[in-house]
């Protein structure tokens, strides 16, 4: 590195010191040569984003995330608050630093606002069904039941149906607990910065802001701890909300934060291991990430070995493989059938480890084995001597055998092996960055050598009466030059447009295909049970009253519309990041193999009409290098976000199902017309640019400097040659 920058500045000063800047500038640019400070900063970049392990932890809520965490890095102190719910859990990030301090961001004021009009379109919709669902309650009613009975019942039927629209519910229950907090949302900043001298001020000033009862819970979006902690030297820790994130730019940018992970934990509890839930989640593990490796961890793994079959003779090692066995089997069963959902890349990756177990209430009953207060502590304890007593017979045999169960040992060796693997691919990096850099600085002091050794042999050719007759034929067709370039460099400028055009519009064409296939794909059906009343007919009032009314109710099976919102969601944003991808791809493609052609083009016409006897070669190709490298072309820049009604996630019915279809279909459709546009105006502003760039009378500017320089050279023969063989001893001294 330090040799690089090295050769990078000398470089540099000697280009300045010889006033060849100018000249230079074309080669410059082809071989992307920057100045050594820029240099610089690129290296100091390159190591300052990847020098931070970044580990993502998945999981629902109450899956055990907290108490895994709390394991992991507090040594199972319960510095976290256990989650509230899935829709006011807060994304938390946590980092190395001097100090505790914690940094709550809050929902800003739009973003409570759109929760507060979603929560209002959810009122709307549970009045209209709570008033629906009363007047059959009431047309139906013979048990007597009031008014106001009824209208509980209703009430609690149209909760229930809008808790099928998880993603809608999510609004309505997040706005619910803002209202029960009474606290003026206008009254809440932006943000907080709290600190705090001990773990245990920590963790009673964290429930006020991410505890289940917090009163600021509901407005937290999230936060970032920085600890004074070992393990975090070096790390970033991102614990994630979940799923059906009512907050779309919470959601975004926790999706961010795990694309940029290199290892992610998913932590499932055993009891219910890897659920729908699980797999959503893990919709944010894709190949463009570049995650580098992927564990699951089986939580509270202590409530599977009381099962009578696990327990077998009270063999602790014997129990934990029967318990880990099933679990494994199941992991390698899901996968297998999700399959052709993931390419092999990601298949490989969600398959290639073993799956971990975890007991957080192990690392619990450690740290407080003489005093547990913990009611849960208390009674896994007790269950783990009745069923093992040989190995909870004593203190010291007891926490060794739960250590062995708590398991963070062996996640903290997964870790570890990320971290040196990490340690090997940023060195990695570097090292291509440097050797590409420096290799570029080698082609340059190369060409700078060449055109040197030019001006040498031109200088040692050349006599200054020559050189004054060749500007005076310069001279002589100087308007011929010009029209002729401008013309051949406009000719290669309308064939690259059309060009351009034409594949821009090739490849747009298939992708949108791509979409709808997709919207198709995500279309699906399941069966749910309903219930409705059932008249049972007439009958003796005795009959009735003994054996029930006269109404009962029955349940019954229907079939629904679904649609998968996360992978309809994930295609369309695929999409449009495929967009900007290839509209930015392919001009910069096309730009790139053209200016290696005008070079040619232009050399070639310029001789054919004016004679090789009038122009030099070398000359032009210097000249035109330096025009074409400060032509000011259009570069090119896409919004690839996704319209708010498209932000949904899960699987969505009924009313929500309708909503995003409806979106996606406009959504398409205003994508069409903004990318056919876009083409047209990047198509019109690269003609623009080139039918303004007037290179032929640069060009003849430039090449009558060169030949006056020249000219200028060759008058003081012996100085010239005598600075230019010195700059030569500097470049060859220069080590690359």
Not at 264 to 277: E, I, K, M, R, Y
Not at 338 to 344: I, L, Q
Not at 423 to 452: C, H, P, R, T, V
Request: with cysteine; aromatic share 6%; glycine share 4%.
């Amino acid at each position: 590195m330090e040799n690089l920058l090295k050769m990078s500045q000398t470089l540099e000063n000697l280009v300045q010191e010889n006033d060849l800047v100018g000249e230079l500038q074309g080669i410059e640019k082809e071989h992307g040569i920057r100045p050594s400070a820029e240099l610089k900063e690129a290296l100091d970049e390159k190591m300052e984003p990847e020098r931070d392990l970044k580990i993502g932890i998945l999981g629902r809520v109450k899956a055990g995330k907290s108490s895994l965490l709390n394991a992991l890095v507090f040594k199972g102190q319960n510095v976290l608050p256990k989650a509230a719910t899935p829709m006011t859990a807060a994304l938390t990030v946590l980092e190395y630093g001097d100090r505790f301090e914690a940094s709550i961001e809050y929902y800003s004021q739009d973003e409570i606002e759109t929760i507060k009009s979603n929560h209002a379109t959810c009122q709307n919709i549970l009045e209209n069904s709570q008033k629906e669902r009363f007047a059959e309650l009431k047309q139906n009613n013979r048990t007597g039941k009031s008014d106001s009975e009824l209208q509980e019942l209703a009430r609690e039927y149209a909760i229930k149906k809008l808790k099928d629209e998880a993603s809608l519910y999510a609004y309505y229950e997040q706005y619910e607990q803002i209202k029960k907090s009474g606290i003026n949302a206008s009254s809440i900043g932006e943000k907080e910065i709290l600190t705090c001298s001990s773990y245990d001020e920590l963790n009673e000033k964290l429930k006020d802001y991410i505890g289940s009862s917090g009163k600021y819970t509901p407005f937290t979006k999230s936060i970032t701890l920085k600890l004074n902690e070992e393990m975090l030297k070096d790390v970033k820790i991102i614990d994630t909300p979940g799923v059906n994130d009512p907050i779309v730019s919470r959601e975004e940018r926790t999706k961010a934060l795990i694309a940029k992970c290199d290892v992610v934990f998913l932590v499932s509890p055993a009891g219910q291991f890897l659920n729908d839930v699980d797999l959503e989640l893990l919709s944010n593990v894709n190949e463009k990430n570049g995650i580098k490796e992927f564990h699951i961890v089986a939580s509270q793994f202590d409530l599977q070995l009381s099962a009578p079959e696990i327990i077998g003779n009270g063999v602790l090692d014997e129990a934990i493989q029967r318990a880990l066995t099933p679990l494994s089997r199941q992991q390698k069963n899901v996968f297998e059938n999700k399959k052709s959902s993931y390419n092999d890349k990601i298949y490989e990756q969600l398959t290639r480890f073993n799956v971990l177990y975890s007991s957080g209430i192990s690392t619990e009953i450690i740290n407080n084995y003489d005093n547990l207060q913990d009611e849960n502590a208390t009674h896994a304890l007790g269950l783990f001597k009745k069923h093992y007593p040989d190995y909870f017979s004593n203190k010291e045999t007891a926490i060794s055998n739960l250590k062995k169960l708590s398991n963070i040992d062996e996640i903290l060796k997964a870790l570890e092996n990320v971290r040196k693997e990490k340690d090997e691919i940023i060195k990695g990096i570097m090292d291509n960055f440097i050797y590409s850099k420096k290799s570029a600085l080698n082609q340059y002091k190369n060409e700078i050598s060449a055109i040197i050794n030019k001006k040498i042999e031109v200088l040692n050719s050349t006599d200054i009466e020559e050189l004054k007759a060749q500007i005076e034929k310069i001279k002589s067709v100087k308007s011929k030059v010009v029209i002729n370039a401008n013309a051949a460099f406009e000719d290669s400028g309308a064939e690259l447009s059309s060009k351009l055009k034409e594949k821009l519009n090739t490849q747009i064409k298939a992708l949108f295909g791509g979409i709808s296939s997709a919207s198709e794909n995500a279309k699906g059906s399941e069966t749910v049970t309903k219930t409705k009343s059932i008249d049972k007919g007439a009958g003796f009032l005795w009959h009735r009253n003994i054996f029930g009314g006269r109404y009962e109710t029955k349940e019954y099976q229907v079939s629904i519309d679904t649609l998968n919102a996360s992978s309809l969601r994930t295609a369309a944003q695929d999409a449009v990041i495929e967009i900007s991808n290839i509209l930015g791809d392919v001009y910069s493609d096309n730009i790139r193999m053209w200016k290696k052609t005008i070079l040619k083009d232009l050399l070639t016409s310029l001789q054919e009409s004016v004679g090789d006897e009038a122009l030099d070669a070398d000359m032009i190709k210097q000249s035109v290098r330096n025009i074409i490298a400060n032509i000011s072309l259009p570069e090119f820049s896409y919004d690839t976000t996704l319209p708010a009604a498209l932000q949904k996630s899960g699987k969505l019915v009924g009313y929500e199902r309708d909503e995003f279809l409806n979106a996606l279909e406009s959504f398409q459709s205003e994508l069409r017309s903004r990318t056919n546009a876009d083409i047209k105006a990047i198509c019109a502003t690269l003609d623009k640019a080139i039918s303004n760039a007037n290179i032929g009378d640069k060009f003849i500017n430039s090449y009558e400097e060169k030949i006056e320089q020249l000219a200028k050279d060759a008058q003081d023969k012996e100085s010239s040659l005598a600075r230019y063989r010195s700059i030569l001893d500097q470049l060859n001294q220069i080590e690359g």
